[in-house]
């Protein structure tokens, strides 16, 4: 298969590939595609889809700061964020990418 960068053909292969029943390895050394593409359009893919119509749609999540010190052994820079049931507490030094990735899973989830 020749190289692409089009998000529906990289749909296409992930379900085919999910669909075969064999290994990512396997079935990408069988239909010659670079297994390290593969991995890649898999995480982007599956990371934080986004169709047409969310991406229109703005939907706001509550961010508070915790109120009791003494609940938390961390210094005063930490944030809690609420999203439908799930609370997620965040320190200073969190990794964004990560917790945008947290954010937009739970996001999707809400009701």
Known sequence: MAR????????????????????????????????????YWKGRL???????????????????????????DQDESMIRIRIGKATVDVAADVDLKALARVISVLMQHVQ
């Not at 992930?14 to 297994?35: M, P, Y």
């Not at 599956?46 to 938390?72: C, G, H, R």
């Open 4 to 39: 692409n960068a089009n998000p529906e053909y990289w749909q296409q292969v992930l379900s085919d590939q999910s669909a075969s029943g064999l290994t990512q390895a396997e079935w990408c050394n069988q239909k010659n595609v670079n297994i390290h593409n593969f991995r």
């Open 46 to 72: 599956t990371a934080a889809p986004v169709t047409e119509n969310e991406s229109n749609d703005t939907t706001w999540a509550l961010i508070t700061s915790p109120k009791t010190k003494d609940v938390y």
